[in-house]
């Protein structure tokens, strides 16, 4: 199949572009070939044998959420918003990233799971890892699908590719690597796809700081361009909900992002918590999720940097998507627009590979998750328990070309019925905020039920579908969701998710307190006062995770303040 | 990471890639000195350094985890 070059489109690739495409799938697919003999047992399937350094399972950690919906949507945020969009990357991802490493780590390695659906089940029991579980499957091939879309629509109007191509060839590219070689083939894909995001990617801020004459001549041209609003700086303006483009207050920001969503993505989303789980010891488990806060504080150089430049040096206005006019661009095309400007063949393609591997690696992430938990959370579960291991593994590859082929399925579903993708949008505050409570409760204190924990959960997850709704059905009940009117829908999503949170943790704790606990024998390895955490004392300081961690908050710290 | 298999290094396989994409981007690049692409900041010829730095960095990664039979 040729890609379809008839419509308009932003790039011209000339060869050394499409021959560094095409390396790029040759490569993946050849990783995923000869990882395939290493991977004939569960553990090497599902969790990469547990032999993966710090380093290997934290830039992985990192790469699976660095999807290219990620990279171009957040570089539109910038655009829109500002450096307000980095705190996704701040205050939205290293406090937690850090208590992941330090606090709950342990009990998850410790407990042995496969999952995290895994560790509800060891602690509360089949009820709420089944509702887990399940929510959780829909919820990761319902985003690979919408991704997948986004992607292949990103295609078209940059490369003017045709969608079924851009939608097949990625998809069964992904489904063949990660079917053959599970998370091993996944996890060496991503640390590979890390360096191509970084080297294709950086080339934008560091010729787009000389052409602007470094960080201060991009802010005076962005304060000379758009005089009306602060586009850099990040707490400054978040004093009212009117003083900002996003619209949103610092106490969306600090509890519902810093807080709830934040640590509810980071500490309990599986698609994340998978590769660090795939760690050799304890330490590089503890170790993974640190190192890769280094790198996620400095992701917004690569993202959050060329949308301000696009701000500083771009001729012309970008527009939303909604009020696109013949002729203008929009805030989605800002990255590839700051690409062409730069970079000429070879480096185009390098680009271009960066935002597909960002793609695939988000992908892979999503299906290597979903072939797990539904392996050993579902399908283990509910219909063969004891079968041999060799069993599981057939299952797992068989249910990577399933979820490839369900998120081929949504993405032509999102194609047919565009509204779709706003529901889709709003599954993370339905499933993933609130299970943070539930996580959380159920590893600090012996007290929590399992019945706490499953109603907690339920109602978390209930509330946060009925307060979507309600805004759907009456848009002016905004005010009552975010405590305000000036509100916009940025700050929907983090109030939403905020209450969801507190909801979540109440009724787990109410119904708890009635409720009878499981015996403390049953909560060894799995809560705090009944697991044995290694100590680390003998280790130098330097090797120390917490050391680490000390140092990466002190660099938040800092950001803080400079970008204040 | 690997020994216990005796699994190729992922680093091995991140630097083969770079060493390919630095010989190609370099080489295009040079081309580029005698036919400027249209793009702002041609003139720094940013494919020659970054081709040459991808080509580097790949290099070393190549052997320092070159698979050896010992």
């Known amino acids: ?564 | 990471m690997g020994e216990h298999h005796r699994i190729i290094p992922v680093w091995f396989f991140v630097g083969v890639i770079l060493s390919i994409y630095g010989v190609l981007i370099l080489a295009t690049g040079i081309y580029g000195l005698f036919h400027p692409p249209s793009t702002v900041l041609a003139n720094l010829h940013a494919g020659v350094w970054w081709g040459a730095l991808l080509m580097i960095v790949g290099g070393v990664y190549v052997y320092l985890f070159l698979p050896r039979k010992s």
């Open chain 1, 1 to 564: 199949m040729i890609p379809d070059t008839a419509g308009q489109r932003l790039i011209s690739l000339h060869a050394p572009d499409v021959a560094i495409i095409a390396i790029y799938f040759a490569m993946v697919i050849a990783i995923g070939f000869y990882l395939k003999r290493h991977t004939g047992k569960g553990e090497g399937f599902f969790l990469a044998g547990r032999e993966m350094s710090a380093w290997v399972a934290g830039l992985s950690f990192i790469s699976a959420n660095l999807g290219a919906l990620e990279l171009m949507g957040w570089a539109a945020a910038a655009y829109q918003y500002g450096i307000l969009a980095a705190h996704w990357y701040w205050i939205g991802a290293i406090p937690a990233m850090l208590f992941l490493g330090i606090v709950m780590m342990p009990f998850y390695y410790i407990s042995k799971t496969h999952s995290v659906p895994g560790y509800l089940k060891l602690r509360y029991g089949e009820p709420t890892r089944l509702l887990s579980a399940a929510s959780f499957a829909v919820m990761t091939v319902l985003m690979s699908g919408v991704s997948m879309y986004a992607m292949a629509l990103v295609m078209k109007v940059v490369l003017g590719w045709n969608m079924h191509f851009s939608i097949w060839v990625s998809a069964l590219t992904v489904g063949i690597y990660v079917a053959l070689g599970g998370l091993f083939s996944a996890i060496f894909n991503e640390v590979l796809q890390f360096f191509l995001i970084w080297l294709g990617a950086l080339l934008i801020p560091i010729l787009g700081l000389i052409e602007a004459g470094g960080w201060s001549g991009m802010v005076a041209r962005i304060q000379q361009n758009f005089p009306q609003q602060d586009y850099t700086h990040i707490w400054r303006s978040l004093g009212s909900f009117s003083d900002n483009p996003m619209g949103i207050h610092w106490t969306g920001i600090v509890f519902g992002l810093g807080l709830i969503g934040s640590f509810g993505y980071w500490t309990t989303d599986f698609l994340v918590v998978q590769r660090v789980l795939a760690a050799k010891d304890l330490r590089a488990a503890r170790l993974a999720p640190i190192i890769g806060s280094f790198f996620k504080m400095a992701v917004p150089l690569i993202v959050i940097l060329p949308g301000l430049l696009a701000l500083a040096v771009l001729p012309f206005p970008l527009v939303p998507e909604s009020a696109l006019g013949p002729g203008e661009h929009s805030y989605n095309e800002v990255l590839p627009l700051m690409l062409a400007r730069y970079c000429g063949p070879g480096l185009l393609g390098l680009g271009i590979t960066a935002l597909i591997a960002g793609f695939m690696s988000g992908m892979a992430g999503d299906v290597s998750a979903f072939a797990t938990v539904w392996t050993y959370d579902l399908y283990r579960s509910l219909f063969r328990k004891d079968a041999p291991d060799a069993h599981y593994v057939k299952m797992g590859r068989a249910c990577t070309v399933l979820g490839v082929l369900l998120s081929i399925a949504t993405a032509y579903l999102v194609m047919e019925f565009k509204s779709i993708m706003d529901y889709v949008q709003a599954l993370f505050s339905f499933f993933i905020a609130p299970l943070f409570g539930t996580v959380f409760l159920g590893m600090i204190w012996r007290r929590i039920t399992p019945a706490g924990g499953f109603c907690g959960l339920l109602a978390g997850t209930l509330s946060s579908v009925g307060m979507w709704l309600l805004v759907r059905a009456d848009p002016s009940k905004l005010a009552w969701i975010a405590l305000s009117s000036q509100a916009k829908d940025m700050a929907e999503n983090m109030y939403r998710i905020l209450w969801a949170g507190v909801i979540c943790i109440t009724v787990t704790v109410v119904v708890s307190a009635f409720t009878r606990p499981r015996p403390d024998e049953e909560l060894k390895g799995l809560v705090y006062g009944f697991t044995e955490v290694p100590s680390e004392g003998h280790l130098p300081l330097w090797k120390r995770p917490i050391f680490w961690a000390g140092v990466s908050a002190v660099l938040f710290l800092i950001l803080q303040v400079i970008f204040w």
